[in-house]
């Protein structure tokens, strides 16, 4: 399985970038998708997730202005940040968890990418 993100960018403070992770290869047992984001010096902390039924979470600091969708027929994992602050800059990476259940823990994920740039100025 390989993840590629794309759509990281610069934007200002309030403005809007979407993600997406393709996704190649087969998975064949149930599994959650994740995004994830990390700064320099802290550690990796889950911002969405959802499972093969479509349930969604989201870590509260992003709730009502990240919405994580995904497009099985083209195997693509979304991200659509709204109202983008500073404190969302980072790395943003997705992931695959080969259990129904998804966590927040990033060593429970089987598969990354390899990331993709967010800055945010004010």
């Known amino acids: 399985v390989e993840l590629v993100e794309s759509g990281g960018g610069s934007v200002q403070a309030g403005g809007s970038l979407r993600l997406s992770c393709e996704r190649s290869?087969?998975?064949?047992?149930?599994?959650?998708m994740g995004w994830f984001r990390q700064v320099p010096g802290k550690v990796r902390e889950g911002v969405a997730n959802?499972?093969?039924?479509?349930?969604?979470d989201y870590i509260d600091s992003v709730k009502g202005r990240f919405t994580i969708s995904q497009d099985n027929a083209k195997k693509t994992l979304y991200l659509q940040m709204n109202s983008l602050k500073q404190e969302d800059a980072a790395m943003y990476y997705c992931?695959?968890?080969?259990?129904?259940?998804?966590?927040?823990?990033?060593?429970?994920?089987?598969?990354w990418g390899q990331g993709t740039q967010v800055t945010v100025s004010s």
């Open positions: 290869g087969v998975i064949d047992r149930s599994y959650c």
């Open positions: 959802i499972d093969m039924d479509g349930s969604r």
């Open positions: 992931a695959v968890d080969l259990r129904s259940t998804c966590s927040w823990y990033p060593g429970g994920y089987n598969y």
